[in-house]
Nanobody, 123 residues
């Protein structure tokens, strides 16, 4: 079965950086999209960045564009999120999600495999 494991969250001060990683295993061939999502207390889970297996589909949320960079080796199931110039509004639980098909859907409900999440706190 599909497993996703996020790592390297933490507590930082505003303006600092963090890099998250997500290691996936057990994927069937059809699973092509990996993405980072985040959920703050009392808010819905929102997409941060998504990359397809062949890199043809790459999506970044407007709220993090220019500060966050997602990367993934082509054909591999390891996803990174480089987060620079963090601010308090980035505080959330960050989740790695996977789905078969393209990365076009941004709603969390379109992703059917999830990791346990890693907490990022900026204060």
């Amino acid at each position: 079965h599909v497993q996703l494991v996020e790592s390297w969250g933490g507590s930082v001060q505003p303006g600092e950086s963090l890099t998250l990683s997500c290691a996936g295993s057990g994927f069937p061939v059809s699973v092509v999209c990996l993405g980072w999502f985040r959920q703050a207390p009392g808010k819905e889970r929102e997409s941060v960045a998504r990359i397809s297996r062949d890199h043809a589909g790459r999506y970044v949320a407007e709220s993090v564009k220019g500060r966050f960079t997602a990367s993934r080796e082509k054909g591999k199931n390891v996803l990174f999120l480089q987060m620079d110039n963090l601010d308090a509004e980035d505080t959330a639980m960050y989740y790695c999600g996977a789905r078969g098909g393209s990365c076009a859907p941004e709603e969390a409900s379109a992703y059917n495999s999830w990791g346990q999440g890693t907490q990022v706190t900026v204060s």
